[in-house]
């Protein structure tokens, strides 16, 4: 659309849909599918995750992982694209299977959960709760995870920020 800015260096996917005045700095990767609405700013160096979508006004300073929702002043979680999931064909087995390991990851109900780094481990390696093991079964959910650890690599900016949610 109209006003659009992806500057140098930038990777950008397929099928992507780039509302007016997206802002693209310098080396940002961009998934496939991944949607932005009005007037959003992407620091240099971030990644967009495919089926992601970022809302309009959002400054997004770090990565935003696959098939997430951010937004806000300084872009935070705010779920899953759940809308555009089901607009790509992701069958309802998948759709349920992303929120539980959304629900697990970024909204832990125990007072004394384990921290983020512990809750990603869990879903990425099969050995733990029957449930957790088929979770990490579903190729959405391994796709999702990977891009959150990648997200964490040496050089790269982490994720954007997410409210830790209390089950009280």
Known sequence: MGSCHIAHDCNIGNHNIFA???LLAGHVVVG???HTAGAIVVHQ?????SFSFVGGGSVVSQDVPKYTMVAGERAELRGL????????GFSVTEIKSLKAAYRKLFMPVAANAMG???????L????LQDQD???????A???MVQSLRDSFLENRRGICKFRQWSGS
Not at 124 to 127: D, G, M
Request: charged residues 30%.
């Open 32 to 34: 496939d599918y991944a």
């Open 45 to 49: 160096f971030c990644h967009i995750g």
């Open 20 to 22: 007016n005045n997206t």
């Open 133 to 139: 093991e088929e979770l990490s079964k579903v190729p």
């Open 116 to 122: 983020f780094e512990e809750r990603l481990a869990i």
């Open 141 to 143: 959910v391994h796709s």
């Open 124 to 127: 990425r390696h099969v050995n």
């Open 81 to 88: 694209n759940l809308e555009g999931l089901r607009r790509r």
